[in-house]
């Protein structure tokens, strides 16, 4: 299956409906997002003050992009003295590029490929199969999904949606022998000895990059697998990917920005592998790649500087967002038709993609503030959204239906008059429907929902005579 380019609402609502009858998708949506709520909850109590430090990340954050070409020219600087070659790709197409380019100077036929939402972004795996190269993921997740021909779900879970049956039934077919779903140590046994061969056989190892460290030039990479280190070592050119937003000035800020990534992505205080790769292997380096190559990828991001969406750009993919979010949490990564899903996914992805080809994303919101109260750099994402839904708009983005159904909203409740009128006359007219205080419509509202009838008196009018009481 491959990624819709895009989510109108007749696509959003399709696909969330799919997801929604899907009752597999539902327990495997449902226990997967608590279980990393319930992980990120407890490892945050662990910290002694997780709000100041919470505070203090979001300061970083945005100091950092205040002087974003400042560090990122640092980071170039330094990652350059220490060896490592630093390529800067204004679009996907030129990230992908530079890649083809590299690949074809090292003669290269496969790649390992550690995971990296930012090579989702540019689609790289399809040029690269497109360009006979093999690309072969090596995260568990990721690889899963490859399997399946299809796309991520969650930006740290990519294969959440599957059950340990669908797992199975994926290995048994790459093995050619029928595999058990209960199981779970032989498949991960079947996983690492099928990929164990191409960690040693590729010729280019591809990752993307949690951090980047101006101070040092050097990338940070957190993984749980310890497939990202032999990624990254193994074959003879390493060749990273990372956003230009994902650039920190110094190791006192990268330390800050570690212990809250893995305790708001899995609930660990550190992620099991955190490798930090400056430059290439030394001469008296026993193993490691003898070219590094860093691609900083801008891709819509610094049209975002000094814009009010600029906070976005704060974002560190944890995930926890995600997993607070109603609408995510029913509808499923792949609704959102982008490799970035749930509240994050709903504003990166129009700025990124364009609000005409994703318009159904911001509008996928209750606007409850979860995410912006489980996010580790507290983005207001409730804000974003609503500044838009404000674009949609003004470019009439929206259906029709509903562009005319909230323009008269918008008109009726702009005035105590027109809102009491309305509501007198919705009074009048629910008469024919009522049925013991409840409304019995001749059409369907979907799955057992009701309407409730208006109130026989609105609640100023019980204010204003004094009629309230304890159960009203
Ligand atoms: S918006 Fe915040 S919570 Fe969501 S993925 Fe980004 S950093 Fe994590």
């Given amino acids: 299956m491959s990624m819709p380019q895009s989510a109108t609402m007749t696509q959003?609502?399709?696909?969330?409906?799919?997801?929604?009858?899907?009752?597999?998708?539902?327990?495997?949506?449902?226990?997967?997002?608590?279980?990393?709520?319930?992980?990120?909850?407890?490892?945050l109590a662990e910290l002694p003050d997780a709000?100041?430090?919470?505070?203090?990340?979001?300061?970083?954050?945005s100091a950092t992009l205040a002087n974003l070409a400042?560090?990122?020219?640092?980071?170039?600087?330094?990652?350059?003295?220490?060896?490592?070659?630093?390529?800067?790709?204004?679009?996907?197409?030129?990230?992908?590029?530079?890649?083809?380019?590299?690949?074809?100077?090292?003669?290269?036929?496969?790649?390992?490929?550690?995971?990296?939402?930012?090579?989702?972004?540019?689609?790289?795996?399809?040029?690269?199969?497109?360009?006979?190269?093999?690309?072969?993921?090596t995260d568990l997740g990721e690889w899963i999904i490859q399997l399946a021909q299809e796309p991520p779900s969650h930006i740290i879970g990519p294969a959440i949606h599957k059950t340990r049956q669908q797992v199975a039934a994926l290995f048994s077919e790459q093995v050619g022998r029928e595999l058990s779903p209960d199981d779970i140590d032989q498949l991960t046994a079947e996983a690492r000895r099928m990929l164990r061969t191409k960690f040693l056989q590729a010729d280019i190892g591809i990752s993307g990059g949690n951090l980047g460290v101006a101070?040092?030039?050097?990338?940070?990479?957190v993984t749980n697998e310890g497939n990202g280190r032999l990624v990254t070592s193994a074959p003879p050119v390493h060749i990273a990917i990372m956003g230009i937003e994902k650039i920190c000035p110094?190791?006192?800020?990268?330390?800050?920005?570690?212990?809250?990534?893995?305790?708001?992505?899995?609930?660990q205080p550190m992620s099991i592998y955190t490798t930090v790769i400056t430059g290439p292997r030394r001469q008296t380096d026993p193993d490691g790649p003898e070219e590094v190559h860093i691609i900083l990828l801008d891709n819509g991001r610094s049209q975002q500087v000094g814009t009010?969406?600029?906070?976005i750009l704060q974002c560190i993919r944890c995930g926890a967002c995600l997993n607070v979010c109603p609408v995510y949490k029913k509808a499923g990564g792949h609704a959102?038709?982008?490799?970035?899903?749930?509240?994050?996914?709903?504003?990166?992805?129009?700025?990124?993609?364009?609000?005409?080809?994703?318009?159904?994303?911001?509008?996928?919101?209750?606007?409850?503030?979860?995410?912006?109260?489980?996010?580790?750099?507290?983005?207001?994402?409730?804000?974003?959204?609503?500044?838009?839904?404000?674009?949609?708009?003004?470019?009439?983005?929206?259906?029709?239906?509903?562009?005319?159904?909230?323009?008269l909203a918008a008109y009726v409740l702009g005035s105590a008059a027109r809102m009491n009128f309305v509501t007198r006359l919705g009074r009048w007219g629910q008469r024919p429907f009522l049925q013991d205080g409840s409304l019995n419509l001749p059409f369907n509202l979907g799955d057992g929902r009701e309407l409730p009838a208006l109130a026989p008196k609105p609640f100023r009018q019980l204010w204003q005579d004094g009629d309230l009481t304890s159960d009203q």
């Avoid at 009752?23 to 709520?37: D, M, P, S, Y």
């Avoid at 709000?51 to 954050?61: N, P, Q, V």
Wanted: aromatic letters at 8%; hydrophobic letters at 45%.
């Fill in 250 to 267: 110094d190791w006192d800020a990268a330390a800050v920005w570690l212990s809250l990534l893995a305790r708001s992505a899995t609930g």
């Fill in 12 to 43: 959003f609502r399709h696909s969330a409906t799919i997801a929604i009858a899907d009752i597999h998708l539902q327990g495997a949506l449902e226990g997967a997002t608590n279980k990393f709520v319930g992980g990120r909850l407890a490892a």
């Fill in 70 to 137: 400042h560090y990122l020219t640092l980071f170039e600087t330094k990652a350059t003295l220490a060896g490592a070659q630093v390529h800067w790709a204004r679009t996907g197409q030129e990230a992908v590029g530079i890649v083809l380019a590299i690949a074809r100077q090292q003669g290269a036929k496969l790649v390992t490929k550690s995971k990296s939402m930012v090579t989702e972004e540019i689609r790289l795996n399809t040029a690269l199969e497109a360009n006979g190269i093999e690309p072969v993921e």
């Fill in 308 to 311: 009010e969406y600029e906070e």
């Fill in 215 to 221: 101070e040092t030039g050097s990338l940070v990479l």
């Fill in 336 to 407: 959102y038709g982008s490799p970035y899903s749930g509240p994050v996914g709903a504003v990166v992805t129009p700025l990124f993609f364009g609000l005409e080809a994703y318009a159904a994303l911001p509008q996928a919101s209750t606007l409850c503030g979860a995410c912006k109260d489980a996010c580790p750099a507290r983005i207001d994402i409730p804000r974003l959204l609503l500044a838009l839904r404000r674009d949609e708009v003004a470019h009439h983005l929206l259906p029709w239906r509903e562009e005319k159904a909230e323009a």
């Fill in 51 to 61: 709000d100041a430090l919470r505070d203090h990340f979001k300061a970083i954050r």
